[in-house]
């Protein structure tokens, strides 16, 4: 009888992801504005009432029981190569099909305890900063990175054997080979360019075009410190990009190309931070920074008519996509999670995604140009 | 903090209540109600004159860009641009474009005895509307009494 050889390595990768979502969706209900539920705008009191805590009960009971579920395709890592595939992809895939239909459940439960929010809207009659925290010097630090590795490439080009490696397993020994060319030597840090761009101009998004909820007080304060730590995590996403790129491009010139990296190993300690950084600011800030401002002064009472984040109820699809044609702004609060959502209705949010169809085009050419 | 309610609209349609100051350490914030008859662009100019009277900005500040101000607001960029542009009318403003607004250092006016007439029938008019909605008498009275006071304590800007 042939012995089962597990690929633990795939094993850790198709779990991570699997962990990292089961986490996810058992915070969401607590990371929304404490008058949002399951996006909804609700009293800030429905939370803790017995209605609310029942909605929450439920939904976390379904999510446990789905997350349990979408560990059975892993029995594919004992089938043939061809089923490791469904094994890697089929965890997430049942579990975020699971939470979607826990958390449409969960919203259906509780649109009968919709509030109606203020009409009331405040504005803090100051500009907004003119540039990006940490100043010029730390936003040009990955473009300067990435400009050196291609540099360093244009220098050693001589030195850049016929057949370069492009491509590495989870154990960082090569395993993708492509003959010398621009695309081959140069992809990986023009990729890294233009995903650094693209985190960039996001920034600038959350700077400038994000609504602020509230215009003064604890709360105001608190929304600025969320933006600024999604600003410097985006900073910092930028610098991770950057350096894994120029990695991954300076990877030629070494001179043993059969040799594993000897970095790669750094590579999922640097993601689980990155995801547990969001994670953290998720928590420790509550989305849209509530928990870093209004929570600690309690400016608003439990029967105060709901602030919510500004936006009408009836413009939230499924309570996941944003659309209504009479908002000016491209970025909204996403109403759980963390960070913006695109409000669909508005024509240079489309430009926005045109930047990412681009992007994702930039990388199959170059992989197609590589082939 | 939403206790406090301010259209943007002062009662007295030259300064805001003495709550709705902002607080020394606090930036000068402008509140609109969505639900008030009194148009938004309306309230906007109102609210923002209202600051400007009661020396809130200096010549040379910098108040938000159009859209800045539309998209904290959730209104259209026309309704807010449209305000902005009545206040540069009026000589507040010095608006120039992707530069947003400047305050600007702007003359005492002169009003004539049409105007102070037609001020003192507004104000008769409001007071008398507000004891009709069941506004205090004496509350009516407090109020004007703490507008003059603030009054006197600002320099001449009109």
Partial sequence: MNSIRLDWPLIIAALFPWASIAVGALMIPRLTRPDLFFAVTVKRSFRDSPPGVEIRRQYTAYVLGTTLVALLPLICFALPRFWVLLGVLGPCAIELAGWLAAFLLARHRTLPYHAEPTAEREVQLTPRPASLPGGGLAQAGPFAILVVTCLALVVKWPAIPSRIPIHWGLGGAPDGWAAKSLAAVFGGPGIGFLACALLAGVSCLAMRGVRRIHGSGRARQGEARFVRAIVFFLLGMEYWVALLMALLGLAPLRPNLQAPLPQFWLILPCETLLIGTIFFISFRMGQGGWRAGAAAGNEVSNDDAPVGDRTPDACWKLGLIYYNPNDPAVLVEKRFGVGWTLNFANPRSWLVIGAIFLFMLAVLALALAVK | ?158
Wanted: aromatic share 4%; proline share 6%; with cysteine.
């Fill in chain 2, 1 to 158: 903090m939403w206790t406090r309610t301010w259209c943007g609209t002062s009662p007295t349609g030259c300064l805001p209540p003495a709550e709705l100051m902002a607080e020394p350490s606090e930036k000068p914030v402008l509140r609109i109600d969505l639900c008030s008859s009194t148009p938004v662009y309306r309230q906007i100019l109102d609210g923002l004159r209202a600051l400007l009277v009661s020396d809130m900005f200096h010549p040379g500040d910098k108040l938000p860009t159009v859209r800045e101000m539309a998209i904290d607001l959730g209104v259209n960029h026309n309704t807010v641009a449209e305000a902005y542009r009545l206040l540069a009318d009026e000589g507040w403003l010095d608006l120039k474009r992707h530069h947003g607004a400047t305050v600007l250092s702007r003359e005492p006016q002169r009003a004539g005895p049409e105007r102070r007439q037609d001020f003192a029938q507004r104000l008769q008019e409001l007071a008398a509307s507000a004891i009709a909605d069941g506004v205090d008498k004496a509350a009516v009275v407090h109020q004007l009494n703490t507008l003059a006071d603030q009054l006197k304590t600002q320099k001449e800007c009109l």
